[in-house]
């Protein structure tokens, strides 16, 4: 039984560049969600997707976007990179008709803005 | 608002001993609790989770966690600890499907 899936591992763009993360869901679950986590800090939560929408969004400006696609998968783009973007991107699955809506993480991708 | 708190930043405890990890939460309805736990460079693994019922949940890895409603509080205890448990915890609250809120978490180091 796959887990969740991200890629890439690591990542290094420069100040104004875009970044596209992807994601591929646990088997079974439907329900992508997003979270950022700084250096030292706990995860902030992004956005959630399900029924290739978005459902939810917390405090986080509009370069960042995201997309899922039929099969479930995935993807966070960052337009005009800053510094402070540099973080460990993670991705969660659940499913949304679930009876504990558990979110299963992935291992992450750690972005690098230089 | 939901905030979850975790007033320990470092714990340091020695192998065999027992351990304690705080979380206090702040939510308007039931929440859901959970525990999480992170080794360097690497994603979260659930712990435990608590939506309803007993208050004192068990968990993977020998963890358990007593939910108190009066005190918001959802600690986490572990009665001897491995080496293999030195890593990043991370409490966080949540209800149905809306977005985790996570503290910023407890480090664990243990000592020989």
């Known amino acids: 039984d796959a887990g969740v899936t991200q890629s890439p591992t690591h990542l290094i763009k420069t100040r104004g560049q875009q970044v596209t993360l992807r994601c591929s869901p646990k088997?079974?679950?439907?329900?992508v969600s997003w979270y950022q986590q700084a250096l030292g800090q706990g995860p902030q939560f992004i956005f959630q997707?399900?029924?290739?929408?978005?459902?939810q969004r917390g405090n986080f400006p509009d370069r960042f976007s995201g997309h899922q696609f039929p099969n479930y998968s995935s993807e966070l783009n960052v337009n005009a990179l800053l510094l402070g973007d540099s973080a460990l991107y993670l991705c969660?699955?659940?499913?949304?008709?679930?009876?504990?809506?558990?979110?299963?993480f992935g291992p992450g991708t750690r972005l690098t803005v230089t | 608002a939901q905030s979850v708190t975790q007033p320990d930043i470092h714990i340091t405890v020695s192998e065999g001993a027992s351990l304690e990890l705080r979380c206090n939460y702040s939510?308007?309805?039931?929440?859901?609790l959970f525990w999480y736990v992170q080794s360097p460079g690497q994603g979260l693994q659930l712990l435990l989770k608590?939506?309803?019922?007993?208050?004192l949940v068990q968990g993977i890895k020998g963890f358990e966690a007593e939910f108190k409603r009066s005190q918001s509080s959802f600690n986490l205890r572990k009665p001897s600890v491995h080496w293999s448990d030195a890593a990043e915890y991370f409490c966080?609250?949540?209800?149905?499907?809306?977005?985790?809120?996570f503290g910023s978490g407890t480090r664990l180091q243990v000592q020989p």
């Open positions: 969660a699955s659940s499913l949304w008709g679930g009876v504990s809506y558990e979110q299963y």
């Open positions: 088997s079974g679950h439907d329900t």
């Open positions: 997707y399900y029924e290739e929408e978005e459902r």
């Open positions: 939510y308007g309805a039931t929440p859901y």
């Open positions: 608590y939506f309803s019922g007993d208050t």
């Open positions: 966080a609250v949540g209800a149905g499907r809306r977005a985790l809120t």
